[in-house]
Structures are given as C-alpha cells and as structure tokens.
C-alpha cells in the first residue's frame, strides 16, 4: 500500500489549502482512511477521517466546521479542503489508510496501518 500527500504549503492566517492523497496497491474502498498531524514537539493527532462506506466522516473538534474531508472511490483519492487556517494548524499532514476492523479506533493513530509521507502546512499570523 503506497499513500502519496501532497498540496501543503504556506498560507497565511485565514486562507485555505486542498490536501490530496493518493493511494494504490490496494482495494481503496476498502480502508477507513484519515488525515492525521504532528506539529514541532508534539504528537501525532487525529484531524479528520472518512468511513470506507457510507462516506460517514468524523473530525477533531479543533477543526470542526473547518476543514472537510471527502474521498473518491474511482480515483483512489482522498482529499482535506481546509479553510480558515489558523497559525495552530501548522504542521506535517499524514494521510493514513486503516483496515476495516481498526475501524473503533479509528479517531487515533492507532486505528491505522500504512501512513503516506507527509505534507507540511505552515500558516503565519
């Protein structure tokens, strides 16, 4: 299973940023799959995750209403639209794939199997 992020980059205070991830080597529709981030000096924390039926979706409160998480079955794509960005949200977004039956853990890094590389998002004040 290859996961491959990419659209990070430098927005300021209020903007909006489109992150994608790409997956293959595996049944995508398959995987619950998620968007986690770490910030400098912190760990690993869930953001948002969409369910691999029914598209139902779940997200951190700190994001809430903020950023929208949505995937494409037909493209192997999963995608995080976040807008409002505020200097918190800087930091290196993983995309994650998670097998089904991790499915009740999967609000947290655990609840995952393979683990794109990474795109880091920096938003200035």
């Known amino acids: 299973v290859q996961l491959q992020a990419s659209g990070g980059g430098l927005v300021q205070a209020g903007g909006s940023l489109r992150l994608s991830c790409a997956a293959s080597?595996?049944?995508?529709?398959?995987?619950?799959m998620g968007w986690l981030r770490q910030a400098p000096g912190k760990e690993r924390e869930f953001v948002a995750a969409v369910r691999w039926s029914a598209g139902i979706t779940d997200y951190a409160d700190s994001v809430k209403g903020r950023f929208t998480i949505a995937r494409d079955n037909a493209k192997n794509t999963v995608y995080l639209e976040m807008n409002s960005l505020k200097p918190e949200d800087t930091a290196v977004y993983y995309c994650?794939?998670?097998?089904?039956?991790?499915?009740?853990?999967?609000?947290?890094?655990?609840?995952?199997?393979?683990w794109g590389q990474g795109t880091l998002v920096t938003v200035s004040s």
């Open positions: 080597g595996h049944t995508f529709s398959n995987y619950n």
């Open positions: 994650a794939a998670g097998y089904l039956s991790l499915t009740d853990n999967y609000l947290r890094p655990s609840g995952y199997n393979y």
